[in-house]
């Protein structure tokens, strides 16, 4: 069984940095897509950023792209989340996730339901 665990989260300014950390243990890191979710209040589970088995494949909402930045270390069994320029917006439980099987090792994933395991999420709230 695949466990997440993230870390990480806190209170920040707007125009403030957090890095998000995520992890794995129980099973082999290093074959699985990986994605950042994120979910604010009232509002559906949405994907933020997503890693490919192949580290060099990676995908973000339009929302973030440009101030997110998704990156893996297998020797750590690691996924973290570099978030930079937040704004109130981006305001949610940030969740970790991982699909073990994927077609290829260039496959990113987007949706929820594309993915086994989840972290139980760390809560980021970007406010003045």
């Known amino acids: 069984q695949v466990q997440l665990v993230e870390s990480g989260g806190g209170l920040v300014q707007p125009g403030g940095s957090l890095r998000l950390s995520c992890a794995a243990s129980?099973?082999?890191?290093?074959?699985?897509?990986m994605g950042w979710f994120r979910q604010a209040p009232g509002k559906e589970r949405e994907v933020v950023a997503a890693?490919?088995?192949?580290?060099?494949?990676?995908g973000y909402a339009d929302s973030v792209k440009g101030r997110f930045t998704i990156s893996r270390d297998n020797a750590k069994n690691t996924v973290s989340l570099q978030m930079k320029s937040l704004k109130p917006e981006d305001t949610a439980v940030f969740y970790c996730a991982a699909r073990a099987s994927v077609f290829y090792s260039g496959s990113l994933y987007r949706r929820p339901d594309d993915y086994n395991y989840w972290g139980r999420g760390t809560q980021v709230t970007v406010s003045s």
């Open positions: 129980g099973g082999s890191f290093s074959r699985y897509a």
């Open positions: 890693i490919a088995v192949s580290d060099s494949v990676t």
